[in-house]
C-alpha cells in the first residue's frame, strides 16, 4: 500500500467514488489506501455529501503548515506508558474518532470520547481533557453533557473533590440498553396513527410494520445485550474466541 499523504489525484478519485455513492472500503481498495484513511479524510472535509477534493487538498495543506512550528511539542514528545509508539497511538485516535463521528457523534464529543476510551485508567477530570484536545474547558464541558445525556459516560468525585469523567464495563452495556429503548415512543406514536388513520389502510399498514420493526429490532439487542454483558467485565489477558457464545436455549430460538 502508498504510504503518505493523499494526493490531490487521489482525492479527486475520493470525490468521484462518493458520488458514485461507493463504500469507502470499495474507494480504498481501488486507491490501494486502508479504509480507516479514506474514512478519516471524507470526515475531516465535510462528510460524504459535502466532500470536495479542491478544497480537501487546501484544508490539508493549511493544517501542515499550521503543524509545522508546534512539531518540537507534537505527540511524539509525549511519553507513553507500555513503550507505545505516540505517533501510532496519536494516529489511532484519530481514526477512532472519525468512526464515532461517522456513527453520529459530535467531533468534539467523538473526541472527549476517544479520549477516555484509550486512557489506561478509564477516567479524566475536564482539565486533563481539554489539556490532551488543546481546547477550553466549555467545549469539554458540552461535550460531556451530550455523553452524560446518552449514558456512555458518567462522573464521580476523586480525593481532592474534583469531577472525573468515566467509561467504565458497564456503561457500555446501559448504553446499548438506552439505545434499543429510545424508540419505544415512536413505536408507541406508529401504532396511534394505525387507529387515526384507519386499521386497514396502506398508510396504517405502513406504520403498523414501522412498529413491529422496531419493536423486534428493541427486543433483539436487549436479549443479545444480556446475554453478551460479561464481555464487557473480561480481564486483560482472558479474551479466548469462545467468549459471550450465545446459550443453548438461544440457539433453539433461532430455529
Do not use: W
Not at 478544497?55 to 507500555?82: C, D, I, N, W, Y
Not at 452524560?148 to 440498553?177: G, H, K, P, W
Not at 419505544?184 to 406508529?190: G, H, I, M, P
Amino acid at each position: 500500500m502508498p504510504g503518505g499523504r493523499l494526493t490531490q489525484q487521489e482525492r479527486q478519485q475520493i470525490a468521484l467514488g462518493l458520488a458514485d455513492s461507493l463504500p469507502y472500503a470499495e474507494i480504498a481498495r481501488r486507491l490501494e489506501r486502508p479504509t480507516s484513511t479514506i474514512t478519516r479524510e471524507v470526515m475531516r472535509n465535510g462528510g460524504p455529501t459535502a466532500y470536495r477534493a479542491d478544497l480537501a487538498h487546501r484544508a490539508t495543506e493549511r493544517r501542515s503548515h499550521r503543524r509545522r512550528p508546534a512539531s518540537p511539542r507534537g505527540a511524539e514528545s509525549v511519553p507513553q506508558p507500555h513503550g507505545r509508539d505516540a505517533e501510532a497511538v496519536a494516529e489511532y485516535e484519530e481514526t477512532l474518532t472519525t468512526v464515532l463521528m461517522a456513527s453520529g457523534l459530535p467531533k468534539m464529543t467523538a473526541r472527549v470520547l476517544t479520549c477516555l476510551f484509550t486512557t489506561d485508567a478509564g477516567s479524566l477530570t475536564a482539565s486533563q481533557l481539554a489539556q490532551h484536545l488543546q481546547v477550553s474547558p466549555a467545549s469539554i464541558s458540552k461535550a460531556i453533557a451530550f455523553l452524560e445525556s446518552q449514558s456512555l459516560v458518567r462522573r464521580e468525585r476523586d480525593e481532592r473533590r474534583r469531577d472525573r469523567y468515566v467509561v467504565d464495563d458497564e456503561l457500555f452495556y446501559q448504553a446499548t440498553i438506552a439505545s434499543a429503548r429510545s424508540n419505544d415512543q415512536l413505536v408507541e406514536t406508529a401504532r396511534q396513527g394505525v387507529a387515526v388513520l384507519g386499521p386497514h389502510t396502506p398508510a396504517a399498514t405502513r406504520l403498523e410494520n414501522i412498529a413491529r420493526f422496531l419493536d423486534f429490532i428493541s427486543e433483539s439487542i436487549t436479549r443479545a445485550a444480556e446475554q453478551a454483558r460479561e464481555v464487557l467485565h473480561t480481564k486483560p489477558g482472558t479474551i479466548s474466541n469462545d467468549t459471550a457464545q450465545p446459550s443453548p436455549d438461544h440457539e433453539q430460538t433461532r430455529h
